[in-house]
């Protein structure tokens, strides 16, 4: 991932309902979830969630497939893979033990 992608990525999650939809749909999985189900739980107009959706769509950090009149949207796993190592790439300055115990807890509690 190049710096500008990034940049990309980081400006669509450094918002707080962005970030809190990314979350949502991290959890969700392969299953996604549609834009009015993820109004309905943030308590959002779908007019703003379509809008906060574009851009992480914009930012390859997701996706949509349309189903019928609705719109399923789900994480784009290698986008999310190649931003978290774009980010650790120089992570410890090559000192593993630094890093290592994070990137375990992560792997045993969430992947």
């Given at each position: 991932?190049?710096?500008?992608?990034?940049?990309?990525?980081?400006?669509?999650?450094?918002?707080?309902?962005?970030?809190?939809?990314?979350?949502?749909?991290?959890?969700?999985?392969?299953?996604?979830?549609?834009?009015?189900?993820?109004?309905?739980s943030l308590?959002?107009?779908?007019?703003?969630?379509?809008?906060?959706?574009?851009?992480?769509?914009?930012?390859?950090?997701?996706?949509?497939?349309?189903?019928?009149?609705?719109?399923?949207?789900?994480?784009?796993?290698?986008?999310?893979?190649?931003?978290?190592?774009?980010?650790?790439?120089?992570?410890c300055?090559?000192?593993?033990?630094?890093?290592?115990?994070?990137?375990?807890?992560?792997?045993?509690?969430?992947?």
């Amino acid at each position: 991932m190049d710096t500008v992608t990034a940049v990309r990525c980081f400006q669509a999650i450094g918002q707080a309902h962005r970030l809190q939809m990314f979350q949502q749909l991290a959890r969700a999985g392969d299953q996604g979830l549609t834009a009015g189900v993820i109004a309905e739980s943030l308590d959002l107009a779908p007019s703003q969630v379509s809008f906060h959706l574009k851009e992480l769509e914009a930012s390859g950090l997701c996706f949509f497939e349309r189903e019928g009149r609705f719109m399923r949207y789900r994480i784009e796993p290698s986008a999310v893979r190649d931003l978290l190592e774009f980010l650790l790439a120089d992570c410890c300055q090559g000192r593993k033990d630094l890093c290592s115990p994070v990137l375990s807890r992560v792997n045993a509690s969430h992947c």
